[in-house]
């Protein structure tokens, strides 16, 4: 289902762009929800300025892909693709949403990155997620502040702080990417930019294999959290040394 929240969500995938989730922690997203956990997107552009495809054609695309992630529900709001910027009116828009949907964990793009949206996202969403807690940011709804916030790092040439297992649903997670046929299909427009539609499934999972790899699975997705763990019980840390 997608389309306006209603309902408390678990995780909720916030990203600049429609397809951004999809590449980054999808699996994550698919695992989650076969925990019973919910599940939601937002995505804070409508893509229009994608050399590829309109804004309309990632609309549907991005409900398809939905479907097949087995997420609750999934919005985009309105900023402009390719300009969006960390000022007081668009965390306010991104609050209003925390503030309906009141997640316990937050997942944002790496704040590294290529594209300056994505660098941009990591910090409006972290400023936002702040701003949603403060009881005197007036809003017709109470304030919450997530607990956790983790960066989807699949991109970025640094450590994870840990990897989850998507090995179960690494065809899913491909699924939910292809959805994208505007954006993945080969065509002459783009074919520079693109990898060519008969790589991307091989690129795909050899970088889910990579990171799986470091944990120990057959493949996986990369987080990056900015505080230290905590540890019960020696006994039980995952993962290997020897």
């Known amino acids: 289902?997608?389309?306006?929240?209603?309902?408390?969500?678990?995780?909720?995938?916030?990203?600049?762009?429609?397809?951004?989730?999809?590449?980054?922690?999808?699996?994550?997203?698919?695992?989650m929800a076969a925990r019973g956990l919910r599940t939601a997107i937002l995505d804070l552009t409508q893509g229009?300025?994608?050399t590829r495809g309109s804004a309309l054609e990632r609309r549907d695309e991005a409900a398809e892909a939905a479907?097949?992630?087995?997420?609750?529900?999934?919005?985009?709001?309105?900023?402009?693709?390719?300009?969006?910027?960390?000022?007081?009116?668009?965390?306010?828009?991104?609050v209003r949403v925390l503030r309906q949907l009141r997640p316990r964990v937050v997942i944002l793009p790496y704040w590294q990155a290529r594209h300056p949206d994505h660098a941009t996202v990591a910090t409006l969403g972290y400023e936002a997620c702040?701003?949603?807690?403060?009881?005197?940011?007036?809003?017709?709804?109470?304030?919450?502040?997530?607990f956790k916030i983790?960066?989807?790092?699949?991109?970025?040439?640094?450590?994870?702080?840990?990897?989850?297992?998507?090995a179960p649903f690494i065809e899913k997670r491909f699924a939910a990417l292809m959805a994208?046929?505007?954006?993945?299909?080969?065509?002459?427009?783009?074919?520079?930019?693109?990898?060519?539609?008969?790589?991307?499934?091989?690129?795909?999972?050899?970088?889910?294999?990579?990171y799986g790899l470091l944990a120990g699975v057959r493949y996986g997705e990369p987080f990056v959290q900015k505080e230290v763990g905590l540890v019960d019980d020696l006994t039980l840390i995952p993962v290997q040394s020897i």
């Open 1 to 31: 289902m997608t389309g306006a929240f209603t309902d408390v969500i678990d995780v909720l995938a916030i990203a600049a762009h429609r397809d951004d989730v999809e590449q980054t922690c999808g699996g994550t997203l698919l695992r």
């Open 48 to 50: 229009e300025a994608g």
């Open 67 to 94: 479907r097949i992630l087995n997420v609750s529900s999934r919005q985009a709001l309105d900023l402009p693709d390719g300009a969006v910027e960390n000022s007081l009116e668009n965390r306010l828009q991104i």
């Open 130 to 146: 702040f701003l949603s807690g403060l009881a005197k940011v007036a809003t017709d709804l109470a304030p919450h502040r997530p």
């Open 150 to 166: 983790v960066y989807a790092s699949l991109y970025a040439d640094v450590r994870p702080s840990f990897i989850v297992d998507i």
């Open 180 to 210: 994208y046929r505007s954006q993945y299909a080969n065509q002459a427009k783009g074919g520079g930019l693109f990898v060519p539609e008969e790589e991307i499934r091989e690129r795909t999972l050899a970088e889910a294999r990579h």
